[in-house]
């Protein structure tokens, strides 16, 4: 049964107000404290979230763990103590902390293997940045076969590696390889591209451009179909030149793009090895050997494998992508908050 009472002040007095009881809940006093929430059933419910949340990452942190920090610790490993044939099937390597490193910083061959190296991915990734804009530029007007030309750029992008650097190995032979053949038409005598220690590193960056000239052009193009085209005839309409339209509008709208295919191409190039080894195997001597060769070769080249002195390079290389790609990252949030 409902039961009413006149809620009283505290001399006794009614103020009108009538506390109620709900049906079916025995009397309770006015000024008995309210109900405390149901505390484990809320912490369920926060429960439950937190538990989607993480069922959902694990597939990340898994892929991560193994694919990424364990293969890294390994290397790491690698470096500090001395991995023989033996030591790393029986598992008892010598701890030698950095003098790996000291080892090859001061070797003779360290000294050239970095020189190829900037000298190998700072010309690559120039040459195949300045032609794949251009080839994008070019492809942005549409016209007639554009399609057709561009899926034929995208060639050297699709064929295996191995089958593009023994290409360029032929092409580039000294006694029947047609690059010769048509310089010797123009009266230029014999070059022995892959042979001679002033020509192979160069024919290494010849072929390792024509590779990255595709991924260039993709990314860029797919770039320049971003910018508005209003903008190009307002331009055309203040009498500005086609150079002018270049410069003033698409080469700064283009600077995020342009800034992370820069960054992948430096990535990709400092890693390169089949295309070298292919060719020419680093030599002749060391005169096309880069750091991700020289690695190579320490660790599977030569039929005495040092697995240490290659992951120590290999390490070298990491730490100079991470400079790389921290200085793209303090630019980027440097250019967004200005």
Do not use: C
């Not at 942005?140 to 561009?150: C, E, K």
């Not at 064929?159 to 032929?170: E, G, H, N, Q, R």
């Not at 770039?223 to 009498?239: P, R, T, V």
């Amino acid at each position: 049964m409902r039961s009413t009472s006149p809620k009283t002040s505290g001399d006794g007095a009614s103020d009108g107000r009538v506390a109620t009881t709900p049906p079916g809940q025995p009397d309770r006093p006015a000024n008995a404290p309210p109900d405390a929430p149901a505390a484990p059933a809320r912490r369920s419910r926060l429960r439950e979230p937190r538990w989607a949340a993480f069922a959902f990452i694990a597939p990340l942190l898994a892929y991560l763990t193994i694919f990424y920090a364990y293969p890294l610790y390994r290397n790491i490993e690698l470096s500090l103590h001395d991995y023989t044939p033996r030591a790393f099937v029986m598992g008892n390597p010598e701890f030698l902390g950095l003098a790996n490193y000291v080892d090859v910083v001061t070797s003779d061959a360290f000294g050239l293997a970095l020189r190829n190296t900037a000298l190998f991915t700072f010309v690559s990734i120039a040459a195949q940045y300045t032609i794949g804009l251009a080839l994008a530029v070019f492809f942005h007007d549409n016209f007639r076969l554009s399609g057709l030309l561009r899926g034929m750029f995208l060639i050297p992008w699709l064929l295996p590696l191995i089958v593009s650097a023994s290409t360029w190995s032929w092409m580039l032979n000294s006694e029947n390889g047609i690059v010769n053949s048509v310089l010797e038409s123009f009266g230029i005598g014999q070059i022995n591209w892959l042979t001679s220690p002033d020509w192979a590193l160069t024919s290494v960056i010849i072929a390792n451009i024509w590779l990255g000239i595709p991924f260039n052009l993709v990314i860029l193009y797919a770039g320049l179909q971003n910018i508005s085209k209003d903008l190009y005839e307002a331009a055309a309409l203040d009498g500005a030149t086609v150079w002018q339209r270049f410069w003033r509008i698409t080469f700064p709208l283009l600077r995020p793009v342009s800034a992370v295919t820069l960054l992948l191409g430096l990535i990709y190039t400092l890693k390169v090895v089949d295309v070298i080894w292919i060719m020419t195997t680093g030599g002749p001597g060391n005169s096309s050997t880069t750091l991700a060769i020289w690695s190579y070769r320490e660790a599977f080249g030569t039929g005495q494998p040092e697995f240490s002195p290659a992951a120590t390079v290999g390490n070298l290389l990491i730490v100079i992508a991470l400079v790389f790609g921290s200085v793209h990252l303090y630019l980027q949030r440097r250019q967004e908050r200005t």
